[in-house]
């Protein structure tokens, strides 16, 4: 068992670009365990100290520089980080003169342009897709199904709301999701108020194994979680996407954005 190390992010905003960043290179080190802590807007000298006086008495009995994920728009407060006894990883530094010599443009260094509303139309449709999502999960609500860009289909607890709701907040997508039961299945026949949306309609799947483990904590000893009505209920979702040539994604073992990035390739979706 490796020793746990401890990761530290440091930025001037809300941390959302350094921890995705960090998280996804420390996912190429999965037999490593990482406890990570965050300091969100720190913009001056002062709270860079602040933040490196915590970050120093947390790993004073680690082995070797302290990991520090940074994002720091102004040169100078990033400038008194990296002088730190601690070893910084920072995409301002590594890439923005770079890229401003490409452009012949000097950079703003004002923290924060990545998640201010650049483009307000852009941000209401965001909104009007979360909440069109919100108002069309599970089935909640067949009323206007046709405003839906896209309708994910399933069994219960197949990820049909996480992923509906992430394609909405990432991507503006106007998702509904349905859930397939088995009295909707009977006869393999898909709902008749979908086939008119057959073009927007994309299925999810998963192992028996894997829907029985995630229904077991939700209902232990239940019919709904016994593995042989999962095999059941499973087959008869996917007989339906085959018979109505419904395109499905497999969710085992697939985070909610490998989830998202498949449909919306499947789906020929632009990016918004």
């Known amino acids: 068992m490796s020793k746990l190390r401890l990761v530290f992010v440091v930025s001037n905003s809300t941390a959302i670009t350094s921890e995705t960043l960090g998280h996804s290179l420390m996912a190429q080190f999965p037999n490593q365990d990482f406890k990570w802590t965050t300091f969100p807007y720190v913009d001056s000298r002062e709270k860079v100290d602040n933040a490196l006086e915590q970050i120093m008495e947390m790993s004073a009995d680690e082995e070797g520089q302290p990991i520090v994920f940074s994002t ?3 040169p100078g407060v990033r400038a ?6 601690v070893l910084v990883f920072d995409p301002f530094e590594a890439f923005i003169n770079p ?6 443009v000097k950079p703003s260094s004002k923290p924060g ?5 650049s483009n307000q139309r852009a941000y209401e449709s965001r909104i009007e897709a979360v909440n069109y999502t919100l108002i069309h999960d599970d089935g909640a609500a067949i009323r206007h199904i046709e405003q839906a860009e896209l309708i994910i289909l399933g069994v219960s607890r197949t ?4 992923t509906s709701i992430y394609l909405a907040m990432h991507y503006s997508i106007r998702c509904a999701n349905y859930p397939l039961t088995p009295d ?3 006869g393999e026949l898909l709902p008749r108020f979908l086939k008119p949306h057959r073009d927007k309609l994309v299925g999810l799947t998963t192992s028996a194994r894997r829907l029985s483990q995630i229904r077991q904590e939700r209902r232990p000893d ?10 059941f209920e499973l087959q008869m979702a996917e007989n339906i996407y085959i018979q109505e040539r419904i395109p ?3 969710t085992e073992s697939r985070s909610i954005e490998e989830i998202s990035a498949t449909i919306i390739q499947k789906m020929q979706i632009e990016r918004k």
Not at 80 to 85: P, Q, S, T, V
Not at 99 to 104: E, K, N, Q, V, Y
Not at 113 to 117: N, P, Q, V
Not at 159 to 162: C, F, G, M, R
């Open 99 to 104: 890229i401003s010599d490409a452009l012949g």
């Open 248 to 250: 499905f994604v497999d």
């Open 222 to 231: 239940s019919k709904y979680a016994n593995l042989q009505q999962c095999k």
């Open 72 to 74: 720091l728009a102004d």
């Open 159 to 162: 990820a049909k709301t996480p």
């Open 184 to 186: 909707d299945m009977e």
């Open 80 to 85: 008194h980080l990296i002088k730190a006894d």
């Open 113 to 117: 342009l990545s998640h201010r509303i």
